[in-house]
């Protein structure tokens, strides 16, 4: 997965990266599903992990405590084997980003997730 990292990003992952930045997580989530599914290297998974995280901050957004939280664990089993940085993607930030978020979501309880902190929903950073 490590040399699949040195790889460029494809457009496709750039445009859902794009719409992720944008706050459009239902729309990055697809978009991000065509880059994993048209691509078949190792780094694959990169793309499985940050849709993963789009569709955490949507069950977020829509008040699904319980679709949040599990899919805040589950996107650690994609992001966790993942060095820091992979196709130019600061993943060491995604994975504090995610730890956070999830910290604040827990925190909050499934009655109060209508006053999580959208500012919890960081941007993704791209060293190009």
């Known amino acids: 997965i490590f040399d699949a990292c040195e790889e460029p990003l ?9 719409l ?6 239902y729309e990055a989530h697809h978009g991000l599903e065509d880059a994993w599914n048209a691509d078949k290297g190792a780094a694959r998974d990169l793309y499985r992990a940050i849709l993963q995280v789009a ?8 008040a699904n405590f319980r679709g949040a939280a599990k899919m805040f664990l589950r996107v650690k089993q ?11 993607i600061d993943i ?8 956070s978020a999830e910290t604040h979501l827990l925190a909050l309880g ?19």
């Open 10 to 18: 494809s457009e496709l992952a750039i445009q859902g990266i794009a």
């Open 110 to 128: 499934a009655d109060n997730i209508a006053n999580f902190d959208r500012s919890y929903f960081k941007p993704i950073t791209l060293n190009r």
């Open 92 to 99: 060491a930030q995604i994975k504090a980003d995610v730890v």
């Open 78 to 88: 994609w992001l966790n084997p993942l060095p820091d940085v992979c196709r130019g």
């Open 20 to 25: 992720f930045n944008d706050g459009q997580f």
């Open 55 to 62: 569709v955490a901050y949507l069950q977020v957004e829509r």
